[in-house]
C-alpha cells in the first residue's frame, strides 16, 4: 500500500460520506485476521496481533502483542520482566509489549485485502447513507411510480428504492396501473441485509393528514390543529380540526375558497368523500360535529364507561347512521366514544312504554 492508494482511499471515502477512522479501522481488523491466517502459527491461535496503517505513507506494520509477567508460561503471549526490560526499562508486570513481525511480502497481502474491505464498506455505508435518508422519512409522504404487481403486493420506484404497498395497504377498487404516480404513506422502514425494506400505505390515515399538512397551509404552519381522523379507505374519512387562532376558522380552512382545497385531496383519493369536522373540548358537541352531516338534538355521555346516547329526528336517523352503519363508525373511531343513536319517536316510545309499564305497577299495588 503507498501514498497514491491512500490518497485514491481519502477520495472514495470523501466521495461517498464514509468515516475515515471506520475505513481504516476496518481494513486493520482485516489485515489482523489474514496475518493469522496465512502467517501465524497455526498452534499459536491465541497471538494477539494488531496492524497499523500510516496515514500518510501508507506504510503497514504488523505488531505481536505480549504481556509482561514475572514467569512466562505461554511464550506467544507472555514476555519475561528481564526481556522486556532489555527493550524498554519503563516496562512493568501486566504491561503490554509489541514486537514487529511484518512479514516481508504483507503489503501485497494487504493492498488485495484492504481492496475488498473499501468496497465491501462502501456498499454498506451506501445502504445506510439510503436507509438513514428514508428513516427520517418514516410517517411522511412521498411520490411513488408504479412498477409492478406481484403475488398481492405493489412495488413502486421511490427514487433511490422500491416501496412495497401490501394487500391491506391498498385501497379497495383502486387500480395501480404501470408508471403511475401516487402519494403515499411511509409507514415503516426497516434496514434489512440488502438495504432499506419500505412499506408504503394508501389506506392509512397518515396520509390523509399528510395531504391536508401540504394543501392547507394553515395546518402546515399549526395554526389549524388536525386533532384526530377516522377513515374507511376508497369510501370515507372523518377529519376532526381545532383552530389555535380565533380569527381562523378550521373547517374554512381546509374546504379552501370555492373548495378547492378540499377538492385536490378528494382526486388524490379517487373520490373518497371527506368530512370535515369542528373538533370541540366539550363531548356532548364534539360527538354531535362528528354525525355530520346528520343534525343532532341532543348528546347525554356517560363519563365512566365512555358511551353517549344521541338523540337525532325521524328523518335524520338513517343520515346519522350511515349506509351500513358507516357514519356512525366512523364517528366512533373519530371521537372514542362508543354511540347509540335513536330517533326523536323512538324515544317518545319508549318513555310512553316506560310511563304504561308503571301505571300497571300502581294499578297492580292497588
Given at each position: 500500500?503507498?501514498?497514491?492508494?491512500?490518497g485514491?482511499?481519502r477520495?472514495?471515502?470523501?466521495?461517498?460520506?464514509i468515516?475515515?477512522d471506520?475505513?481504516?479501522?476496518?481494513?486493520?481488523d482485516?489485515m489482523?485476521?489474514a496475518?493469522?491466517?496465512?502467517?501465524?502459527?497455526?498452534n499459536?491461535?491465541?497471538?494477539?496481533?494488531r496492524?497499523?496503517?500510516?496515514?500518510?505513507?501508507g506504510e503497514i506494520?504488523?505488531?505481536?502483542?505480549?504481556?509482561v509477567?514475572?514467569e512466562?508460561?505461554?511464550?506467544?503471549?507472555?514476555?519475561?520482566?528481564?526481556?522486556?526490560?532489555?527493550i524498554?526499562p519503563k516496562y512493568?508486570v501486566?504491561?503490554?509489549?509489541e514486537l514487529?513481525v511484518t512479514p516481508r511480502?504483507?503489503g501485497r497481502?494487504?493492498?488485495q485485502?484492504?481492496?475488498q474491505v473499501?468496497?465491501?464498506r462502501?456498499?454498506?455505508?451506501?445502504r445506510?447513507?439510503?436507509?438513514n435518508?428514508?428513516k427520517?422519512?418514516?410517517?411522511?409522504i412521498?411520490?411513488?411510480?408504479?412498477l409492478?404487481k406481484?403475488?398481492?403486493?405493489?412495488?413502486v420506484?421511490l427514487g433511490?428504492l422500491?416501496?412495497v404497498?401490501?394487500?391491506?395497504?391498498?385501497?379497495p377498487?383502486?387500480e395501480y396501473?404501470f408508471?403511475?404516480k401516487?402519494?403515499l404513506y411511509?409507514v415503516?422502514?426497516?434496514?434489512?441485509?440488502?438495504?432499506a425494506?419500505i412499506?408504503?400505505?394508501r389506506t392509512?390515515?397518515g396520509?390523509?393528514k399528510?395531504?391536508?399538512e401540504?394543501?392547507?397551509?394553515?395546518?402546515?404552519?399549526?395554526?389549524v390543529?388536525?386533532?384526530?381522523?377516522?377513515?374507511e379507505?376508497g369510501?370515507?374519512?372523518?377529519l376532526?380540526?381545532?383552530?389555535?387562532?380565533?380569527?381562523v376558522d378550521p373547517?374554512g380552512?381546509c374546504?379552501?375558497?370555492k373548495?378547492i382545497?378540499v377538492q385536490?385531496?378528494?382526486s388524490e383519493?379517487?373520490?373518497e368523500?371527506?368530512d370535515i369536522?369542528?373538533?370541540?373540548?366539550?363531548?356532548?358537541e364534539f360527538i354531535?360535529?362528528?354525525?355530520?352531516?346528520?343534525k343532532v338534538?341532543?348528546?347525554e355521555?356517560?363519563?365512566?364507561?365512555?358511551?353517549?346516547?344521541?338523540v337525532v329526528?325521524?328523518?335524520?336517523?338513517?343520515?346519522?347512521?350511515?349506509k351500513?352503519?358507516?357514519?356512525?363508525?366512523l364517528a366512533?373511531k373519530?371521537?372514542?366514544?362508543k354511540i347509540?343513536?335513536?330517533?326523536?319517536s323512538?324515544?317518545?316510545a319508549?318513555?310512553e312504554?316506560?310511563?304504561?309499564?308503571?301505571d300497571?305497577?300502581?294499578d297492580?299495588?292497588?
Amino acid at each position: 500500500m503507498n501514498e497514491e492508494f491512500i490518497g485514491a482511499l481519502r477520495e472514495i471515502v470523501k466521495e461517498k460520506g464514509i468515516s475515515e477512522d471506520l475505513i481504516f479501522t476496518t481494513i486493520e481488523d482485516a489485515m489482523v485476521a489474514a496475518y493469522k491466517k496465512n502467517y501465524a502459527n497455526p498452534n499459536t491461535s491465541a497471538q494477539n496481533v494488531r496492524v497499523s496503517i500510516n496515514r500518510e505513507s501508507g506504510e503497514i506494520n504488523v505488531y505481536s502483542q505480549k504481556v509482561v509477567c514475572d514467569e512466562v508460561y505461554d511464550d506467544v503471549t507472555e514476555i519475561s520482566i528481564e526481556d522486556a526490560k532489555e527493550i524498554s526499562p519503563k516496562y512493568e508486570v501486566d504491561d503490554i509489549v509489541e514486537l514487529e513481525v511484518t512479514p516481508r511480502n504483507f503489503g501485497r497481502v494487504a493492498a488485495q485485502l484492504a481492496k475488498q474491505v473499501v468496497t465491501q464498506r462502501m456498499k454498506e455505508a451506501e445502504r445506510n447513507i439510503v436507509y438513514n435518508e428514508y428513516k427520517e422519512m418514516e410517517y411522511d409522504i412521498i411520490t411513488g411510480t408504479i412498477l409492478r404487481k406481484d403475488k398481492g403486493n405493489v412495488f413502486v420506484n421511490l427514487g433511490k428504492l422500491e416501496g412495497v404497498i401490501g394487500p391491506n395497504e391498498q385501497m379497495p377498487n383502486e387500480e395501480y396501473n404501470f408508471n403511475e404516480k401516487l402519494k403515499l404513506y411511509i409507514v415503516e422502514v426497516k434496514n434489512g441485509s440488502k438495504g432499506a425494506l419500505i412499506h408504503v400505505s394508501r389506506t392509512h390515515p397518515g396520509l390523509v393528514k399528510r395531504l391536508f399538512e401540504l394543501e392547507v397551509p394553515e395546518i402546515y404552519n399549526g395554526v389549524v390543529e388536525v386533532k384526530s381522523i377516522s377513515r374507511e379507505a376508497g369510501s370515507r374519512s372523518k377529519l376532526a380540526v381545532h383552530s389555535n387562532d380565533e380569527s381562523v376558522d378550521p373547517m374554512g380552512a381546509c374546504v379552501g375558497p370555492k373548495g378547492i382545497r378540499v377538492q385536490k385531496i378528494v382526486s388524490e383519493l379517487k373520490n373518497e368523500k371527506i368530512d370535515i369536522i369542528k373538533w370541540s373540548k366539550s363531548p356532548e358537541e364534539f360527538i354531535a360535529n362528528s354525525l355530520s352531516p346528520a343534525k343532532v338534538l341532543s348528546v347525554e355521555v356517560n363519563e365512566e364507561d365512555k358511551t353517549a346516547k344521541v338523540v337525532v329526528d325521524d328523518n335524520q336517523l338513517s343520515l346519522a347512521i350511515g349506509k351500513e352503519g358507516q357514519n356512525v363508525r366512523l364517528a366512533a373511531k373519530l371521537t372514542n366514544w362508543k354511540i347509540d343513536i335513536k330517533s326523536k319517536s323512538q324515544i317518545e316510545a319508549l318513555e310512553e312504554s316506560k310511563e304504561s309499564e308503571e301505571d300497571n305497577t300502581l294499578d297492580s299495588a292497588e
